[in-house]
Each structure stands twice: as C-alpha cells, then as structure tokens.
C-alpha cells in the first residue's frame, strides 16, 4: 500500500522564518500549505519556484486573528488534502513601546495575532487530529517570552502565552497521539529585526555566546524535528534556538 503523504498548515509561510519552514518541510516531502495575510505576491513566487523544483506547497489567505478566516483556511486545506498531519503557529507581529506609551490597541493587536491567533488555528486543526489518532502541533514563541523584554510589554506576554498554551495543550491532546511543542527563537536575521540599526545588532550579537543572529533556516531545522517521526516521544517542551543566549 502506498503511504500517504503528510500535509503541513505554515502561518506567516509568505516571509522570514515562516517561508523558511514552508521550503523545509516541501523539502521533508510534506504537502505544505502557507499562509499569507497582506503578500500574495511573495507567497506565490514561493509557491511558483518550489512546485517547479517538484514539490507541493499552496498559498493560502488567512487572517489568524479572525476565527471565521481561520476556519475557512482549515476548510479549504481539508477539502484540498483530506488531512493535516502538521500545524506551525508561525505568524506573528510585534508593536514595541515602553508601557507608558503602549496603548490599548498595541496590546489587543498583538495578543490577538499571536496568542489568540494561535489558539484559533490550534482548535480549528485539532478535530481533525484527534479523529486521524496525530498530529503535531508546533508554536513559534521567542526567548523573550522566556526572558522578557522592556519596550515589548505586548509581545513578551503573548509569547510567554504560547508557552502556557503548549504545555496545557500537550496535556490535553497526549492521549490522541498529538505531540505539542514549542521553539523560542532568538536573535534571528527576518524583517521583523531588520528594523534594528548597526549598534542595536552588535549589541545583541555581543551578547549571544554563538556571537552571531542566526539564518531563519537554523529555526526551521528545529520544526523540522519536531514534525518528524524522530520526535515521537517529545511533547510539551520549549527549545530555544538562540545561540545559548537564554542559558
Ligand atoms: P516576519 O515579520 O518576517 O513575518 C511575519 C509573518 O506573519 C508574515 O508571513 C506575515 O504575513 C504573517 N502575519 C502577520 N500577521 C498575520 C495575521 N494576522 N494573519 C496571518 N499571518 C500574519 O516575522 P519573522 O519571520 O521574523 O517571525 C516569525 C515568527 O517568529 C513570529 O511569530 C515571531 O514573533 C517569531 N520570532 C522571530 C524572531 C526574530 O528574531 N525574527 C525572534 C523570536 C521569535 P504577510 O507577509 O502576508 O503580512
């Protein structure tokens, strides 16, 4: 009997260290869906370029912090594949300030894109994980929400949530064979960190015992193992890819 080839969902596939999971996993003979929310140009040159190397990756429109887009993006790949084996809650957006500038707004759109976006996909893919008896779910949190961060008030506790989520999750999904874990990443080179000037990244690579930010492909090496059957007996961890900066 031929095996079934496993689909992987990618959030924020379109850029950065999401577009560098999307071509791991197309790599790792996953069919991969992406999702993009404001570039289809980008996600369709990256779907173009790897489908004309022989893989199978899909681009799809998904606004994470709205349930109803969620779900139809769910739908959609479950109409398309019948399955998803592998989900990454990769999305996600930061709007830095010290807390006495912060306003409401900048607190509810990154808690609603990061955390509440994760938790939308994690409850839209799980059904169907439980009734295929696996799954993996993997969540893209930071060191800061390990460490914290002064000016990121918004961002470090929604990334201090998704570690909440995944060990909570990873509790309640054990027993249908779904594994939950968690990867927090540095200093890693995307445009979320090109906003840095050269000072503010010297002084971050001086404090990273590795002395360097890391390729987005140094992240998606991680997910790669967490998506694997090598990883079968690993749920509710938190790894950080961060050059031993959180030691
Ligand atoms: P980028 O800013 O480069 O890319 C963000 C991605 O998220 C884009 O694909 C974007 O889509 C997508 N996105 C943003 N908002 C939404 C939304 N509402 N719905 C769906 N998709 C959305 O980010 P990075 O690659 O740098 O970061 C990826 C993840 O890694 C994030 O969760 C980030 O917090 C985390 N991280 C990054 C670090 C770093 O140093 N870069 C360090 C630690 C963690 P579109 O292009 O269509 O707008």
């Not at 869906?33 to 173009?48: M, Q, R």
């Not at 900048?106 to 994980?129: E, Q, S």
Request: proline share 2%; hydrophobic share 40%; net charge neutral.
């Amino acid at each position: 009997m031929e095996a079934v080839q496993k689909v992987a969902l990618v959030t924020g596939g379109s850029r950065g260290i999401g577009e560098a999971i999307v071509k791991r996993l197309a790599q790792d003979g996953f069919i991969v869906f992406g999702t993009y929310n404001n570039n289809p140009d980008k996600a369709t040159a990256i779907s173009e370029s790897l489908n004309a190397e022989g893989k199978s990756v899909h681009f799809i429109k998904m606004d994470i912090a709205s349930a109803e887009s969620v779900q139809q993006g769910i739908d959609e790949i479950l109409t398309k594949s019948g399955r998803i084996d592998v989900l990454v809650n990769n999305a996600g957006i930061t709007k830095d300030t010290l807390l006495m500038r912060m306003t409401e707004q900048d607190w509810d759109d990154v808690l609603n894109t990061n955390l509440k976006g994760a938790f939308l996909c994690c409850k839209a893919v799980a059904r169907p994980m439980m009734s295929q008896r696996s799954g993996r779910i993997i969540n893209i949190s930071s060191i800061v929400g390990l460490r914290g961060n002064a000016g990121q008030v918004n961002y470090s506790s929604s990334k201090s949530g998704m570690i909440g989520l995944t060990k909570s999750l990873a509790q309640e999904l054990a027993s249908r064979n779904i594994l939950v874990n968690c990867i927090a990443p540095g200093y890693i080179e995307t445009d979320m960190t090109e906003k840095l000037n050269e000072d503010q990244r010297k002084a971050f690579s001086d404090k990273i015992p590795l002395k360097r930010a890391a390729k987005p492909e140094e992240v998606a090496q991680v997910v790669s193992f967490f998506a694997h059957s090598d990883s079968s007996y690993v749920t509710g961890q938190v790894i950080a890819v961060d050059g031993g900066l959180a030691m």
